[in-house]
């Protein structure tokens, strides 16, 4: 069964300095697909990055990184140089090639503030 | 353009009533997805349509009713709704491939009050 697990339900940075959001997954499956959305107050959710299980570089997608460590089953997302825009629930959520191809599993979120 | 429209935005509904959520996309993916999502916990999928059929129906209730008239809309119906059905319902739609590596992209939303 899939399985992520966000720890902080909520996080506080201050503008202009990185961030660290933590994930980790669980599955028997050796192909899968790890994701990052952040979802504003506004209520759309926003794709950020994609991490494939088999890929050998971390991804990267401007000021969003992906610190993948596949032995320990971990997916950070990595947030540079924060803005006030940044303020938003951030959801990690992964796919793995058992059962429907469809389904996403969503972790319970983070709450990311960042202070001026 | 990975845009996802959704309509209305927001809507106000009594138990008795009948309305329905449209959603529309353009980017040419042929898996179209309902969620639904309540305050502060992760999306829940609903259905997911695939090549116009449904594929995945999460055991909803039939007070939810989907459609998709072709490869660009999707909509839900809604009837004889409860107060707890009140949340966020998000549509979503990705390409169709073999495999977990693709992403969903996901439209703004309509939020759902029940009265």
């Known amino acids: 069964a899939q399985k992520i697990t966000q720890t902080q339900p909520g996080m506080f940075v201050q503008e202009k300095e990185a961030v660290t959001l933590d994930c980790t997954y669980d599955?028997?499956?050796?192909?899968?697909?790890l994701f990052w959305y952040k979802q504003p107050s506004s209520g759309e959710m926003i794709f950020l990055i994609y991490q494939g299980s088999y890929d050998q570089q971390n991804a990267t997608e401007g000021r969003y990184s992906l610190n993948f460590q596949k032995a320990r089953k971990s997916a950070n997302l990595v947030i540079s140089a924060s803005q006030l825009g940044d303020s938003a629930m951030y959801f990690c959520a992964m796919r793995d090639s058992g059962g429907s191809n469809y389904k996403l599993t969503f972790g319970k979120g983070t709450l990311l503030t960042v202070n001026p | 353009d990975t845009e996802v429209t959704q309509t209305p935005k927001h809507l106000v509904m009594g138990m008795t009533n009948k309305k329905s959520l449209k959603c529309e996309q353009h980017?040419?993916?042929?898996?179209m997805y309902w969620y639904k999502q309540k305050a502060k916990k992760p999306p829940e999928l609903m259905f997911v349509?695939?090549?116009?059929?449904?594929?995945i129906n999460e055991s909803v209730p039939s007070r939810f009713s989907p459609e998709c008239p072709n490869s660009s809309l999707l909509n839900l119906h809604l009837h004889a709704l409860q107060p707890e059905d009140s949340a966020l319902y998000l549509c979503?739609?990705?390409?169709?491939?073999?495999?977990?590596?693709?992403?969903?992209?996901f439209g703004p939303g309509t939020r759902l009050t029940v009265t």
């Open positions: 980017m040419g993916h042929r898996a």
């Open positions: 599955t028997s499956d050796p192909s899968y697909g």
């Open positions: 349509y695939s090549y116009e059929k449904l594929s």
């Open positions: 979503a739609s990705s390409q169709v491939r073999g495999g977990p590596t693709y992403e969903q992209y």
